[in-house]
């Protein structure tokens, strides 16, 4: 199985700031990766998919970038709704598999 | 605006079979796949497997064979079966449906949690 490695494992920002997150696959899944974000207690929502891909009704705030083994998850000014916890997720390679998270704290 | 529900016994006995359905409601279960995934403190979020209108599954191999996901279309619901469970299968179990025929999953259950405890 593909690994999905995240990092950092916890991040504390404060409101405006910009936050970034990464995702590193152990082999090369094209632009087939995916991130969500989880509150406690809910279910995961799903943000981007193919790397890029902004799901509708997600705040333009959001956006992904990279390709092949190298991911990265930016919120380009934090807002009080989006302390939670993020993960990546790659649809290349059979069965998907899931990042182990990052939890992203109020400073 | 398509909505899913999880529902089955939250505690299951080890060796016994763990069964969950979830409701689909806002949408038809014939336009879509549907999923299962469960998260664990120990292993983080896992897909157990998905399955279609017309029955075709397919399942995660560290699972298989010990999963079975069947669907009723008449009443727009599918459900889980897993078998011969141990304290390991203790999770929260979503059900999620699958953009397109890709691997996201873009609706999802509330979830449900399944304690394996005798």
């Known amino acids: 199985d593909i690994q999905m490695t995240q990092s950092p494992s916890s991040v504390s920002a404060s409101v405006g700031d910009r936050v970034t997150i990464t995702c590193q696959a152990s082999?090369?899944?094209?632009?087939?990766v995916a991130w969500y974000q989880q509150k406690p207690g809910k279910a995961p929502k799903l943000l981007i998919y193919e790397a890029t891909t902004l799901q509708r009704g997600v705040p333009s705030r959001f956006s992904g970038s990279g390709s092949g083994t190298d991911f990265t998850l930016t919120i380009s000014s934090l807002q009080p709704e989006d302390f939670a916890t993020y993960y990546c997720?790659?649809?290349?390679?059979?069965?998907?598999?899931f990042g182990q998270g990052t939890r992203l704290e109020t400073k | 605006q398509v909505q899913l529900q999880e529902s089955g016994p939250g505690l299951v006995k080890p060796s016994e079979t763990l069964s969950l359905s979830c409701n689909v409601t806002g949408g038809s279960i014939s336009d879509a796949y549907w999923s299962w995934i469960r998260q664990s403190p120990g292993e983080g979020l896992e897909w157990i497997g998905y399955i279609y209108y017309n029955g075709n599954t397919d399942y995660n191999p560290s699972l298989k064979s010990r999963v079975t996901l069947s669907v009723d279309t008449t009443k727009n619901h599918y459900s889980l079966k897993l078998t011969s469970v141990t304290a390991a299968d203790t999770a929260v179990y979503f059900c999620a449906k699958m953009e397109g025929g890709s691997y996201y999953f873009d609706y999802w259950g509330q979830g449900i949690l399944v304690t394996v405890s005798s």
């Open positions: 082999q090369s899944i094209r632009s087939w």
């Open positions: 997720q790659q649809s290349y390679s059979f069965p998907s598999t």
